[in-house]
Protein backbone atom coordinates (compact mmCIF):
# COMPACT_ATOMS: atom_id res chain seq x y z
CA UNK A 1 0.00 0.00 0.00
CA UNK A 2 0.90 3.50 -0.26
CA UNK A 3 1.93 4.86 3.23
CA UNK A 4 3.32 8.50 2.43
CA UNK A 5 2.95 10.97 -0.60
CA UNK A 6 5.38 13.99 -0.26
CA UNK A 7 5.04 16.88 -2.91
CA UNK A 8 7.91 19.87 -3.42
CA UNK A 9 7.26 22.79 -5.78
CA UNK A 10 4.56 21.07 -7.75
CA UNK A 11 2.42 23.60 -9.20
CA UNK A 12 0.57 25.13 -6.77
CA UNK A 13 1.69 22.42 -3.87
CA UNK A 14 4.50 24.41 -2.11
CA UNK A 15 5.36 21.17 -0.01
CA UNK A 16 3.15 19.03 1.20
CA UNK A 17 2.99 15.55 3.24
CA UNK A 18 0.15 13.36 3.04
CA UNK A 19 -0.21 9.81 5.31
CA UNK A 20 -2.78 7.50 3.41
CA UNK A 21 -4.72 4.78 5.15
CA UNK A 22 -5.08 1.02 4.41
CA UNK A 23 -8.69 0.35 2.56
CA UNK A 24 -11.17 3.01 0.88
CA UNK A 25 -9.40 6.60 1.00
CA UNK A 26 -11.09 9.57 -0.42
CA UNK A 27 -10.05 13.03 -1.89
CA UNK A 28 -12.64 16.31 -2.37
CA UNK A 29 -12.96 19.85 -2.34
CA UNK A 30 -13.84 22.52 -4.94
CA UNK A 31 -13.13 22.70 -8.29
CA UNK A 32 -9.65 23.71 -9.42
CA UNK A 33 -8.43 23.35 -5.74
CA UNK A 34 -5.43 20.75 -6.66
CA UNK A 35 -6.69 17.57 -6.24
CA UNK A 36 -5.67 16.87 -9.55
CA UNK A 37 -2.16 17.63 -8.19
CA UNK A 38 -2.19 14.31 -6.51
CA UNK A 39 -2.50 11.97 -9.52
CA UNK A 40 -0.03 14.44 -11.44
CA UNK A 41 2.21 13.95 -8.98
CA UNK A 42 1.90 9.87 -8.34
CA UNK A 43 2.28 9.86 -12.34
CA UNK A 44 5.87 11.44 -11.77
CA UNK A 45 7.19 9.52 -9.50
CA UNK A 46 5.70 6.28 -10.95
CA UNK A 47 7.88 7.46 -13.79
CA UNK A 48 5.61 9.43 -16.22
CA UNK A 49 7.26 11.84 -18.29
CA UNK A 50 8.21 15.21 -16.51
CA UNK A 51 7.00 18.87 -17.79
CA UNK A 52 9.05 21.53 -16.33
CA UNK A 53 5.86 23.94 -16.61
CA UNK A 54 4.71 21.86 -13.41
CA UNK A 55 7.76 23.28 -11.62
CA UNK A 56 6.16 26.03 -9.18
CA UNK A 57 6.61 29.41 -10.50
CA UNK A 58 9.85 31.34 -8.61
CA UNK A 59 11.15 27.41 -7.54
CA UNK A 60 13.86 26.01 -9.57
CA UNK A 61 13.27 22.14 -8.94
CA UNK A 62 10.54 20.04 -7.99
CA UNK A 63 10.17 16.59 -5.80
CA UNK A 64 7.79 13.93 -5.44
CA UNK A 65 8.58 11.26 -2.63
CA UNK A 66 6.44 8.02 -2.41
CA UNK A 67 6.74 5.77 0.65
CA UNK A 68 4.85 1.75 -0.56
CA UNK A 69 4.39 -0.73 1.98
CA UNK A 70 5.89 -3.66 -0.17
CA UNK A 71 4.92 -6.66 2.16
CA UNK A 72 2.36 -8.01 0.54
CA UNK A 73 3.50 -7.53 -3.25
CA UNK A 74 3.29 -10.64 -5.37
CA UNK A 75 5.46 -9.08 -7.75
CA UNK A 76 9.45 -10.16 -7.50
CA UNK A 77 10.15 -7.00 -6.54
CA UNK A 78 13.51 -8.19 -4.33
CA UNK A 79 15.18 -9.92 -7.15
CA UNK A 80 14.48 -6.89 -9.74
CA UNK A 81 16.34 -4.63 -6.97
CA UNK A 82 19.26 -6.67 -6.92
CA UNK A 83 19.64 -7.14 -10.52
CA UNK A 84 19.48 -3.45 -10.86
CA UNK A 85 21.95 -2.57 -8.23
CA UNK A 86 19.43 -1.00 -6.21
CA UNK A 87 19.43 -1.13 -2.05
CA UNK A 88 16.74 -4.03 -0.87
CA UNK A 89 13.28 -2.41 1.10
CA UNK A 90 13.98 -2.25 4.64
CA UNK A 91 11.03 -3.45 7.06
CA UNK A 92 8.98 -4.05 3.39
CA UNK A 93 9.57 -0.14 3.06
CA UNK A 94 10.26 0.65 -0.77
CA UNK A 95 10.79 4.68 -1.32
CA UNK A 96 10.66 6.36 -4.78
CA UNK A 97 11.60 9.32 -5.31
CA UNK A 98 11.87 12.01 -8.40
CA UNK A 99 13.33 15.23 -9.11
CA UNK A 100 13.82 17.60 -11.66
CA UNK A 101 15.26 20.97 -12.58
CA UNK A 102 14.07 24.01 -14.49
CA UNK A 103 16.83 23.26 -16.86
CA UNK A 104 15.99 19.71 -17.61
CA UNK A 105 17.81 17.73 -15.27
CA UNK A 106 16.10 14.77 -14.27
CA UNK A 107 16.72 12.30 -10.95
CA UNK A 108 15.52 9.02 -9.54
CA UNK A 109 15.54 7.26 -6.99
CA UNK A 110 14.95 4.01 -5.56
CA UNK A 111 15.65 3.65 -2.05
CA UNK A 112 18.01 5.86 -1.98
CA UNK A 113 20.03 4.50 -5.22
CA UNK A 114 20.07 6.75 -8.68
CA UNK A 115 18.50 4.68 -11.11
CA UNK A 116 16.64 5.11 -14.36
CA UNK A 117 13.24 6.28 -15.46
CA UNK A 118 12.79 3.12 -17.22
CA UNK A 119 13.49 1.08 -13.63
CA UNK A 120 10.81 3.36 -11.75
CA UNK A 121 8.01 3.24 -14.43
CA UNK A 122 8.75 -1.19 -13.93
CA UNK A 123 8.06 -0.65 -10.52
CA UNK A 124 5.31 2.03 -11.04
CA UNK A 125 3.27 -0.59 -12.65
CA UNK A 126 3.18 -3.19 -10.34
CA UNK A 127 2.75 -1.07 -7.49
CA UNK A 128 -0.21 1.25 -8.90
CA UNK A 129 -3.33 1.30 -11.39
CA UNK A 130 -4.52 4.65 -12.17
CA UNK A 131 -8.18 5.09 -13.32
CA UNK A 132 -10.00 8.21 -15.10
CA UNK A 133 -8.70 10.99 -17.25
CA UNK A 134 -5.67 11.01 -16.48
CA UNK A 135 -4.91 7.18 -16.03
CA UNK A 136 -2.58 4.60 -17.75
CA UNK A 137 -5.27 2.11 -18.10
CA UNK A 138 -2.90 -1.46 -17.93
CA UNK A 139 -6.32 -3.07 -18.37
CA UNK A 140 -7.20 -1.62 -21.90
CA UNK A 141 -4.02 -3.37 -23.07
CA UNK A 142 -4.55 -7.30 -24.47
CA UNK A 143 -1.82 -8.80 -22.60
CA UNK A 144 -3.35 -7.34 -19.56
CA UNK A 145 -6.69 -8.53 -20.37
CA UNK A 146 -5.56 -11.96 -21.50
CA UNK A 147 -4.17 -12.35 -17.99
CA UNK A 148 -7.36 -11.14 -16.11
CA UNK A 149 -9.10 -14.05 -17.78
CA UNK A 150 -6.46 -16.22 -17.19
CA UNK A 151 -6.76 -14.94 -13.64
CA UNK A 152 -10.49 -15.56 -12.99
CA UNK A 153 -10.09 -18.89 -14.62
CA UNK A 154 -7.64 -19.53 -12.13
CA UNK A 155 -5.57 -20.55 -15.17
CA UNK A 156 -2.20 -18.76 -14.57
CA UNK A 157 -0.77 -22.47 -14.06
CA UNK A 158 -1.41 -24.49 -17.18
CA UNK A 159 -0.31 -20.71 -19.14
CA UNK A 160 3.04 -20.69 -17.14
CA UNK A 161 3.83 -24.29 -18.10
CA UNK A 162 2.99 -23.38 -21.54
CA UNK A 163 5.48 -20.78 -21.58
CA UNK A 164 8.06 -22.91 -20.81
CA UNK A 165 7.32 -25.02 -23.64
CA UNK A 166 7.31 -22.24 -26.16
CA UNK A 167 11.25 -21.14 -24.25
CA UNK A 168 12.50 -24.08 -24.68
CA UNK A 169 11.29 -23.94 -28.55
CA UNK A 170 13.27 -20.79 -28.46
CA UNK A 171 16.26 -22.21 -27.28
CA UNK A 172 15.94 -25.17 -29.85
CA UNK A 173 15.74 -22.52 -32.56
CA UNK A 174 18.45 -20.79 -31.39
CA UNK A 175 20.57 -23.63 -31.08
CA UNK A 176 19.61 -24.72 -34.81
CA UNK A 177 20.54 -21.70 -36.28
CA UNK A 178 23.55 -21.37 -35.15
CA UNK A 179 24.38 -25.15 -37.06
CA UNK A 180 22.44 -24.10 -40.43
CA UNK A 181 24.91 -22.31 -42.48
CA UNK A 182 26.68 -22.96 -46.14
CA UNK A 183 29.92 -24.39 -46.17
CA UNK A 184 32.12 -21.54 -46.62
CA UNK A 185 30.37 -19.82 -43.27
CA UNK A 186 30.51 -23.32 -41.84
CA UNK A 187 34.45 -23.93 -42.44
CA UNK A 188 34.93 -20.37 -41.08
CA UNK A 189 33.15 -20.68 -37.83
CA UNK A 190 34.79 -24.01 -37.54
CA UNK A 191 38.46 -22.35 -37.87
CA UNK A 192 37.24 -19.63 -35.80
CA UNK A 193 36.01 -21.42 -33.07
CA UNK A 194 39.49 -23.95 -33.20
CA UNK A 195 41.82 -20.84 -32.99
CA UNK A 196 39.65 -19.09 -30.18
CA UNK A 197 39.61 -22.49 -28.41
CA UNK A 198 43.71 -23.40 -29.20
CA UNK A 199 44.41 -19.64 -27.73
CA UNK A 200 42.61 -19.16 -24.70
CA UNK A 201 43.85 -23.33 -23.59
CA UNK A 202 47.00 -22.90 -24.28
CA UNK A 203 47.36 -19.87 -22.20
CA UNK A 204 46.74 -22.23 -19.37
CA UNK A 205 44.92 -19.45 -17.52
CA UNK A 206 44.32 -19.81 -13.45
CA UNK A 207 41.49 -17.24 -12.00
CA UNK A 208 43.43 -13.61 -10.38
CA UNK A 209 46.59 -14.74 -12.31
CA UNK A 210 46.83 -11.89 -13.61
CA UNK A 211 47.13 -9.73 -10.21
CA UNK A 212 50.29 -12.32 -9.32
CA UNK A 213 52.10 -11.59 -12.77
CA UNK A 214 51.17 -8.34 -12.04
CA UNK A 215 52.95 -8.01 -8.88
CA UNK A 216 56.28 -10.37 -9.84
CA UNK A 217 56.42 -8.33 -13.09
CA UNK A 218 56.74 -4.73 -11.35
CA UNK A 219 59.04 -6.32 -8.42
CA UNK A 220 61.28 -7.99 -11.35
CA UNK A 221 61.10 -4.50 -13.36
CA UNK A 222 62.24 -2.41 -10.59
CA UNK A 223 64.92 -5.15 -9.14
CA UNK A 224 67.91 -3.06 -8.92
CA UNK A 225 66.10 -0.06 -7.21
CA UNK A 226 64.89 -2.33 -4.95
CA UNK A 227 68.59 -4.02 -4.07
CA UNK A 228 69.71 -0.59 -3.96
CA UNK A 229 67.27 0.79 -1.55
CA UNK A 230 67.74 -2.47 0.49
CA UNK A 231 71.69 -2.15 0.61
CA UNK A 232 71.18 1.08 1.86
CA UNK A 233 69.44 0.78 4.75
CA UNK A 234 71.68 -2.57 6.15
CA UNK A 235 74.28 -0.28 5.63
CA UNK A 236 72.91 2.44 8.09
CA UNK A 237 71.79 -0.59 10.48
CA UNK A 238 75.15 -2.65 10.45
CA UNK A 239 77.54 -2.72 12.87
CA UNK A 240 80.11 0.14 11.55
CA UNK A 241 80.86 3.49 13.60
CA UNK A 242 78.14 5.56 12.66
CA UNK A 243 75.54 2.57 12.24
CA UNK A 244 72.11 2.50 14.63
CA UNK A 245 73.52 -0.50 15.91
CA UNK A 246 76.63 0.54 17.09
CA UNK A 247 74.99 3.76 18.44
CA UNK A 248 72.99 1.95 20.19
CA UNK A 249 75.65 0.12 21.79
CA UNK A 250 76.68 3.29 22.98
CA UNK A 251 73.50 4.47 24.19
CA UNK A 252 73.28 0.92 26.09
CA UNK A 253 76.54 1.12 28.18
CA UNK A 254 75.90 4.71 29.30
CA UNK A 255 72.65 3.70 30.34
CA UNK A 256 74.34 0.67 32.46
CA UNK A 257 76.57 3.51 34.20
CA UNK A 258 73.33 5.32 35.09
CA UNK A 259 71.46 2.30 36.47
CA UNK A 260 74.64 1.83 38.38
CA UNK A 261 73.69 5.28 40.27
CA UNK A 262 69.93 5.39 40.13
CA UNK A 263 67.84 1.36 40.32
CA UNK A 264 65.45 3.45 39.29
CA UNK A 265 66.62 3.71 35.79
CA UNK A 266 66.50 0.01 34.97
CA UNK A 267 63.46 0.90 32.97
CA UNK A 268 65.26 2.95 30.66
CA UNK A 269 67.61 -0.24 29.98
CA UNK A 270 64.72 -2.85 29.38
CA UNK A 271 63.19 -0.44 26.61
CA UNK A 272 66.75 0.19 25.22
CA UNK A 273 66.94 -3.51 24.93
CA UNK A 274 63.53 -3.76 23.53
CA UNK A 275 64.56 -0.68 20.74
CA UNK A 276 68.04 -2.94 19.96
CA UNK A 277 65.89 -6.08 19.46
CA UNK A 278 63.56 -4.98 17.24
CA UNK A 279 66.48 -2.73 15.37
CA UNK A 280 68.34 -6.33 14.79
CA UNK A 281 64.90 -8.27 13.34
CA UNK A 282 64.83 -5.33 10.90
CA UNK A 283 68.56 -5.49 9.64
CA UNK A 284 67.58 -9.92 9.69
CA UNK A 285 64.47 -9.61 7.67
CA UNK A 286 65.96 -6.80 5.20
CA UNK A 287 68.76 -9.44 4.63
CA UNK A 288 66.18 -11.96 3.90
CA UNK A 289 64.93 -9.50 1.58
CA UNK A 290 67.94 -8.53 -0.33
CA UNK A 291 68.61 -12.24 -1.29
CA UNK A 292 65.81 -12.72 -2.55
CA UNK A 293 65.79 -9.71 -5.14
CA UNK A 294 67.19 -11.26 -8.29
CA UNK A 295 68.21 -8.90 -11.67
CA UNK A 296 67.31 -11.62 -14.07
CA UNK A 297 67.21 -10.05 -17.32
CA UNK A 298 65.23 -13.56 -18.68
CA UNK A 299 62.86 -13.85 -16.07
CA UNK A 300 61.84 -10.37 -16.52
CA UNK A 301 61.13 -10.40 -20.27
CA UNK A 302 59.34 -14.12 -19.29
CA UNK A 303 56.94 -11.60 -17.06
CA UNK A 304 56.63 -9.14 -19.38
CA UNK A 305 56.00 -11.52 -22.00
CA UNK A 306 53.20 -13.43 -19.74
CA UNK A 307 51.60 -10.00 -19.02
CA UNK A 308 50.74 -8.81 -22.23
CA UNK A 309 49.04 -13.05 -23.12
CA UNK A 310 47.09 -11.99 -20.42
CA UNK A 311 46.27 -8.61 -21.64
CA UNK A 312 45.79 -9.35 -24.83
CA UNK A 313 42.92 -12.44 -24.24
CA UNK A 314 41.24 -10.04 -22.16
CA UNK A 315 40.79 -7.51 -24.52
CA UNK A 316 39.33 -10.15 -26.65
CA UNK A 317 37.31 -12.22 -24.64
CA UNK A 318 36.95 -10.80 -21.49
CA UNK A 319 37.28 -8.12 -18.93
CA UNK A 320 38.99 -10.60 -15.94
CA UNK A 321 40.67 -13.90 -16.34
CA UNK A 322 37.48 -15.45 -14.78
CA UNK A 323 35.30 -14.01 -17.93
CA UNK A 324 37.93 -15.32 -20.75
CA UNK A 325 37.86 -18.79 -19.11
CA UNK A 326 34.11 -19.03 -19.26
CA UNK A 327 34.19 -17.55 -22.82
CA UNK A 328 36.65 -20.62 -23.69
CA UNK A 329 34.80 -23.35 -21.99
CA UNK A 330 31.89 -22.25 -24.07
CA UNK A 331 33.22 -21.63 -27.50
CA UNK A 332 34.83 -25.67 -26.95
CA UNK A 333 31.34 -26.80 -26.09
CA UNK A 334 30.09 -24.87 -29.62
CA UNK A 335 33.27 -26.04 -31.06
CA UNK A 336 32.27 -29.51 -30.18
CA UNK A 337 28.35 -29.10 -31.28
CA UNK A 338 29.72 -27.01 -34.74
CA UNK A 339 32.10 -30.34 -35.28
CA UNK A 340 29.04 -32.80 -34.65
CA UNK A 341 26.79 -30.58 -36.70
CA UNK A 342 24.79 -33.10 -38.45
CA UNK A 343 24.10 -35.38 -35.45
CA UNK A 344 22.97 -32.08 -33.53
CA UNK A 345 20.78 -31.11 -35.87
CA UNK A 346 19.18 -34.40 -36.19
CA UNK A 347 18.85 -34.54 -32.40
CA UNK A 348 17.17 -30.45 -32.52
CA UNK A 349 15.04 -31.55 -35.18
CA UNK A 350 13.56 -34.75 -33.23
CA UNK A 351 13.39 -32.55 -30.15
CA UNK A 352 11.68 -29.65 -32.45
CA UNK A 353 8.82 -31.59 -33.59
CA UNK A 354 8.19 -33.47 -30.08
CA UNK A 355 8.20 -29.90 -28.26
CA UNK A 356 5.75 -28.64 -31.55
CA UNK A 357 2.92 -31.47 -30.38
CA UNK A 358 3.45 -30.62 -26.96
CA UNK A 359 2.95 -27.08 -27.41
CA UNK A 360 -0.07 -27.55 -29.56
CA UNK A 361 -1.79 -29.80 -27.51
CA UNK A 362 -1.09 -27.71 -24.10
CA UNK A 363 -2.58 -24.52 -26.38
CA UNK A 364 -5.37 -26.31 -27.50
CA UNK A 365 -6.55 -27.38 -23.82
CA UNK A 366 -5.80 -23.81 -22.33
CA UNK A 367 -8.20 -22.70 -25.13
CA UNK A 368 -10.44 -25.07 -24.29
CA UNK A 369 -10.87 -23.70 -20.62
CA UNK A 370 -10.31 -20.01 -21.71
CA UNK A 371 -13.68 -20.73 -23.87
CA UNK A 372 -15.07 -22.07 -20.48
CA UNK A 373 -14.64 -19.24 -18.72
CA UNK A 374 -15.45 -16.12 -20.89
CA UNK A 375 -19.31 -16.43 -20.31
CA UNK A 376 -18.75 -16.55 -16.36
CA UNK A 377 -16.32 -13.29 -16.70
CA UNK A 378 -18.18 -11.45 -19.23
CA UNK A 379 -21.94 -12.21 -16.56
CA UNK A 380 -20.80 -11.31 -13.76
CA UNK A 381 -18.97 -8.08 -15.11
CA UNK A 382 -22.64 -7.25 -16.62
CA UNK A 383 -24.01 -7.59 -13.33
CA UNK A 384 -21.87 -5.10 -12.02
CA UNK A 385 -22.38 -3.01 -15.03
CA UNK A 386 -26.10 -2.91 -14.25
CA UNK A 387 -25.24 -1.79 -10.49
CA UNK A 388 -23.36 0.97 -12.11
CA UNK A 389 -26.31 2.04 -14.32
CA UNK A 390 -25.89 0.10 -17.06
CA UNK A 391 -28.74 -1.87 -17.03
CA UNK A 392 -29.06 -2.60 -20.73
CA UNK A 393 -25.79 -2.87 -21.78
CA UNK A 394 -23.69 -6.02 -22.93
CA UNK A 395 -19.87 -6.93 -22.02
CA UNK A 396 -18.61 -9.61 -23.67
CA UNK A 397 -14.61 -11.16 -24.33
CA UNK A 398 -14.04 -11.64 -27.85
CA UNK A 399 -10.92 -14.55 -27.97
CA UNK A 400 -9.36 -15.61 -31.36
CA UNK A 401 -7.30 -18.85 -31.34
CA UNK A 402 -4.05 -18.68 -34.22
CA UNK A 403 -3.74 -22.27 -34.91
CA UNK A 404 -3.58 -23.00 -38.11
CA UNK A 405 0.33 -23.20 -38.37
CA UNK A 406 1.36 -26.49 -40.13
CA UNK A 407 2.57 -28.98 -38.25
CA UNK A 408 6.39 -29.31 -37.82
CA UNK A 409 7.37 -32.45 -40.36
CA UNK A 410 10.50 -33.77 -38.73
CA UNK A 411 11.95 -35.42 -42.20
CA UNK A 412 12.36 -31.69 -43.50
CA UNK A 413 15.58 -29.71 -42.71
CA UNK A 414 14.83 -26.83 -40.61
CA UNK A 415 15.96 -23.16 -41.76
CA UNK A 416 17.29 -20.60 -39.43
CA UNK A 417 14.70 -18.58 -36.88
CA UNK A 418 14.84 -16.08 -34.18
CA UNK A 419 14.46 -16.92 -30.52
CA UNK A 420 11.22 -15.95 -28.85
CA UNK A 421 11.12 -13.89 -25.30
CA UNK A 422 8.06 -13.79 -23.24
CA UNK A 423 5.01 -12.58 -25.49
CA UNK A 424 6.99 -12.84 -29.03
CA UNK A 425 6.54 -15.14 -30.84
CA UNK A 426 8.76 -18.31 -32.29
CA UNK A 427 9.52 -18.16 -36.04
CA UNK A 428 8.55 -21.70 -37.45
CA UNK A 429 11.35 -20.90 -40.46
CA UNK A 430 10.73 -20.36 -44.52
CA UNK A 431 8.70 -16.98 -43.78
CA UNK A 432 6.19 -18.32 -41.75
CA UNK A 433 5.04 -17.48 -38.26
CA UNK A 434 4.33 -20.15 -35.62
CA UNK A 435 1.03 -18.97 -32.90
CA UNK A 436 3.17 -20.04 -30.54
CA UNK A 437 2.96 -17.30 -27.76
CA UNK A 438 4.36 -18.00 -24.44
CA UNK A 439 0.96 -16.99 -23.70
CA UNK A 440 -1.25 -19.43 -25.31
CA UNK A 441 -2.58 -19.67 -29.19
CA UNK A 442 -4.85 -17.33 -28.21
CA UNK A 443 -5.87 -13.22 -28.20
CA UNK A 444 -8.50 -11.92 -26.15
CA UNK A 445 -10.18 -8.57 -26.70
CA UNK A 446 -12.79 -7.12 -24.23
CA UNK A 447 -15.73 -5.39 -25.47
CA UNK A 448 -18.37 -3.57 -24.88
CA UNK A 449 -22.28 -2.00 -26.05
CA UNK A 450 -23.01 0.60 -23.31
CA UNK A 451 -26.61 1.13 -25.17
CA UNK A 452 -29.29 -1.15 -26.37
CA UNK A 453 -29.23 -1.67 -30.03
CA UNK A 454 -25.44 -0.80 -30.23
CA UNK A 455 -22.80 -3.20 -31.41
CA UNK A 456 -20.41 -4.17 -29.10
CA UNK A 457 -16.87 -2.62 -29.31
CA UNK A 458 -13.41 -3.07 -28.14
CA UNK A 459 -13.03 -1.56 -24.69
CA UNK A 460 -10.24 0.80 -26.15
CA UNK A 461 -12.39 2.32 -28.16
CA UNK A 462 -14.93 3.62 -25.91
CA UNK A 463 -15.13 7.71 -26.29
CA UNK A 464 -17.01 8.76 -22.74
CA UNK A 465 -14.59 8.87 -19.98
CA UNK A 466 -17.59 8.32 -17.58
CA UNK A 467 -18.25 4.79 -19.45
CA UNK A 468 -14.71 3.62 -19.29
CA UNK A 469 -14.45 4.54 -15.48
CA UNK A 470 -17.36 2.68 -14.59
CA UNK A 471 -15.99 -0.34 -16.68
CA UNK A 472 -13.11 -0.49 -14.89
CA UNK A 473 -14.77 -0.35 -11.54
CA UNK A 474 -16.79 -2.64 -12.41
CA UNK A 475 -14.11 -5.40 -13.82
CA UNK A 476 -12.17 -4.19 -10.64
CA UNK A 477 -15.14 -5.31 -8.27
CA UNK A 478 -14.92 -8.44 -10.31
CA UNK A 479 -11.29 -8.93 -10.16
CA UNK A 480 -10.16 -7.53 -6.53
CA UNK A 481 -9.33 -11.38 -5.35
CA UNK A 482 -7.26 -11.63 -8.44
CA UNK A 483 -5.66 -8.78 -9.51
CA UNK A 484 -1.97 -7.97 -8.09
CA UNK A 485 -1.82 -4.43 -8.15
CA UNK A 486 -2.02 -3.53 -4.69
CA UNK A 487 -2.96 0.39 -4.81
CA UNK A 488 -6.22 1.37 -7.01
CA UNK A 489 -6.54 5.19 -8.15
CA UNK A 490 -9.88 6.65 -9.32
CA UNK A 491 -9.78 9.82 -10.71
CA UNK A 492 -13.44 11.27 -10.77
CA UNK A 493 -14.58 8.04 -11.14
CA UNK A 494 -18.13 9.12 -10.83
CA UNK A 495 -18.12 11.23 -13.81
CA UNK A 496 -21.55 11.49 -15.52
CA UNK A 497 -22.64 9.36 -12.76
CA UNK A 498 -26.45 10.53 -10.16
CA UNK A 499 -28.80 9.14 -7.90
CA UNK A 500 -29.06 5.87 -6.71
CA UNK A 501 -26.02 4.75 -9.21
CA UNK A 502 -23.49 7.29 -7.19
CA UNK A 503 -24.27 4.99 -4.27
CA UNK A 504 -23.11 1.85 -5.98
CA UNK A 505 -20.08 3.72 -6.56
CA UNK A 506 -19.04 4.37 -3.03
CA UNK A 507 -20.26 0.72 -2.25
CA UNK A 508 -18.15 -1.11 -5.05
CA UNK A 509 -14.98 1.22 -3.91
CA UNK A 510 -16.20 -0.05 -0.06
CA UNK A 511 -15.91 -3.55 -1.52
CA UNK A 512 -12.58 -3.40 -3.74
CA UNK A 513 -11.44 -1.64 -0.68
CA UNK A 514 -11.90 -4.81 1.10
CA UNK A 515 -8.87 -6.77 -0.51
CA UNK A 516 -6.83 -3.38 -2.24
CA UNK A 517 -5.60 -0.05 -1.19
CA UNK A 518 -8.31 2.57 -3.24
CA UNK A 519 -7.51 5.85 -3.49
CA UNK A 520 -10.61 8.08 -5.06
CA UNK A 521 -11.10 11.38 -5.70
CA UNK A 522 -14.49 12.53 -6.07
CA UNK A 523 -17.38 14.92 -6.48
CA UNK A 524 -19.82 12.91 -5.06
CA UNK A 525 -20.79 13.02 -1.17
CA UNK A 526 -22.35 9.32 -1.64
CA UNK A 527 -18.73 7.92 -3.33
CA UNK A 528 -16.86 10.11 -0.41
CA UNK A 529 -19.11 8.72 2.22
CA UNK A 530 -18.41 4.77 2.75
CA UNK A 531 -14.65 5.88 2.89
CA UNK A 532 -12.27 4.75 5.50
CA UNK A 533 -10.45 8.10 5.56
CA UNK A 534 -11.41 11.37 3.84
CA UNK A 535 -9.27 14.17 2.80
CA UNK A 536 -10.29 17.13 1.82
CA UNK A 537 -7.76 19.78 -0.73
CA UNK A 538 -8.34 23.20 -0.38
CA UNK A 539 -6.60 26.58 -1.79
CA UNK A 540 -5.38 29.50 -0.23
CA UNK A 541 -3.63 33.10 -0.66
CA UNK A 542 -0.86 33.48 1.63
CA UNK A 543 1.21 37.00 1.12
CA UNK A 544 0.10 36.65 -2.35
CA UNK A 545 1.07 33.60 -3.40
CA UNK A 546 -1.85 30.70 -4.10
CA UNK A 547 -1.29 27.03 -2.13
CA UNK A 548 -2.88 24.27 -2.30
CA UNK A 549 -3.25 21.90 1.17
CA UNK A 550 -4.62 18.48 2.11
CA UNK A 551 -6.25 17.71 5.32
CA UNK A 552 -7.57 14.46 7.14
CA UNK A 553 -10.90 14.81 8.26
CA UNK A 554 -12.69 13.80 11.45
CA UNK A 555 -15.88 12.92 12.17
CA UNK A 556 -17.33 16.40 12.42
CA UNK A 557 -15.22 18.18 9.54
CA UNK A 558 -16.35 15.11 7.26
CA UNK A 559 -19.99 15.83 8.04
CA UNK A 560 -19.08 19.79 7.24
CA UNK A 561 -17.63 18.82 4.08
CA UNK A 562 -20.59 16.10 3.11
CA UNK A 563 -22.88 18.99 3.82
CA UNK A 564 -21.02 21.39 1.66
CA UNK A 565 -20.76 18.38 -1.45
CA UNK A 566 -24.87 18.11 -0.81
CA UNK A 567 -25.26 21.65 -1.41
CA UNK A 568 -25.35 23.72 1.56
CA UNK A 569 -25.35 24.02 5.34
CA UNK A 570 -28.70 23.52 6.18
CA UNK A 571 -30.06 21.52 9.06
CA UNK A 572 -31.76 19.43 7.10
CA UNK A 573 -28.52 19.03 4.62
CA UNK A 574 -26.44 18.20 7.45
CA UNK A 575 -28.86 15.29 8.68
CA UNK A 576 -28.57 14.08 5.15
CA UNK A 577 -24.47 14.32 5.87
CA UNK A 578 -24.42 12.60 8.70
CA UNK A 579 -27.07 9.90 7.78
CA UNK A 580 -24.49 9.10 4.76
CA UNK A 581 -22.13 8.71 7.17
CA UNK A 582 -24.19 6.03 9.01
Not at 54 to 71: K, M, N, P, Q, T
Not at 107 to 136: K, Y
Not at 328 to 351: F, M
Not at 525 to 540: I, L, M, N
Request: proline letters at 3%; a negative charge; glycine letters at 6%.
Amino acid sequence: MLTTLRIKNLALVADLTLELQPGYNVVTGETGAGKSILIGALNLVLGERADRTLIRGGCDSCSVEAVFDVGGLRAPLKSFLDENGLEPCEENQLVLKRTFTANGTNRQFVNGSPTTLNVLATIGEWLVDIHGPHDHQSLLQQAKQLAILDAYGGLESKRTMFGELVRRLAGIETAKAVLIVDEKTYAQQLDLLRFQVQEIFAAQLQPDEDQRVEQDYQRASNAAKLLQLSQAVLDLLTENETSLLTQAGIVGRTLQELQKVDASAAKFLTLHEQGVATLRELQAELSRYAEKVDIDPARLQELEERLNLIHSLKRKYGSSLAEVIAFGEQTKRNLQSLESRDAELARLKAERAKLDSEIRRAGKELSAKRRKVIPQLAKVVSKQLADLGFTQSKFDVAITTHGDVPEVDSRKPLTPSLSASDGERVSEGQGRESSFSSTGLDTVEFQFAPNPGEPVRPLRAIASSGEMARVMLALKTVLAAEDEIPVLIFDEVDANVGGETANVVGEKMKQIAAKRQVLCITHLPQVAAPADAHYVVTKQVIEGRTISEIELLDKKSRVNELARMLGGGSDAVRKHAEALLK
